[in-house]
């Protein structure tokens, strides 16, 4: 098993303990980072899986020589391109889980669709916080937003302020109970909660549909029902005890079934 990483695995992070099941199970791991140092597509060509995550777009045209060769990867790369566009995955997501939303082309264009109502804009691309991620009316809003286009804007979903992040490994959800990054800055603290039925099928159905195995999916509770906002491919699962179990076990599983 291969994984291709981003940047070199943090010791806070799952990796190191991933690592280690998958070695204790008999798999054989290898790392390499593409951003730091040359990686050859030859050499991968036999790997029973190949795990990505965080790479640039010049690493994932590895990856996708790769998968059109028939080499297993994880997670497929239709998901990891959809939850990189938030325009694309707005469109994926609209009307079943997600608010209602607009691609516009210009911050000038932004401003006109939001008028007096309280929307949240996004940035197609950049993280999920801070300046690409913003929330208001129109007078609200800055004159210059510091991001590039295009934008995605949503209606303002009214909610009690708390993010429902599930973490989904396989069929495993688990659920954070976060404060909203809209409302309360960011933070990586977070209660873990047990997901009911409805957001539980909801976790599975917006995988099964985005073609993820690994992947995050934040949600509020409106007054209409849950809405997802976000979708993330490989999250870092903080603060889920038993996520380094849950990730061993579908990657084992993945690579059984190469």
Known sequence: ????????????????????????????????????????????????LVVHRGLDDRALALVAGLDSIGVPVCNPLRGTRVTADRAVLAAALTPRWAPASTVAQTWAEVLELVGSRRCVVKAAHGGGRGSSVLAGTRSELPADPGTMPPYVVQEFVPNEGVDHKL?????????????????????SDGEPFEPGAELLEMARDVGAALDLHLYGV???????GPVVVDVNDFPGYRRIADAPALVTEHLADALSLS
């Open 1 to 48: 098993m291969v994984f291709l990483l981003g940047k070199p695995p943090r010791p806070s992070t799952i990796f190191p303990e991933v690592f280690q099941r998958l070695e204790a199970s008999g798999a054989e791991v290898t790392v390499q980072l593409p951003h730091d140092e040359p990686v050859e597509a030859g050499g991968l060509t036999t790997a029973g």
């Open 167 to 187: 973490y989904v490994a396989g069929r495993q959800v688990r659920g954070l109970l976060k404060p909203s990054s809209l409302t309360g800055g960011h933070t």
């Open 218 to 224: 934040d949600v509020l509770l409106g007054e209409a």
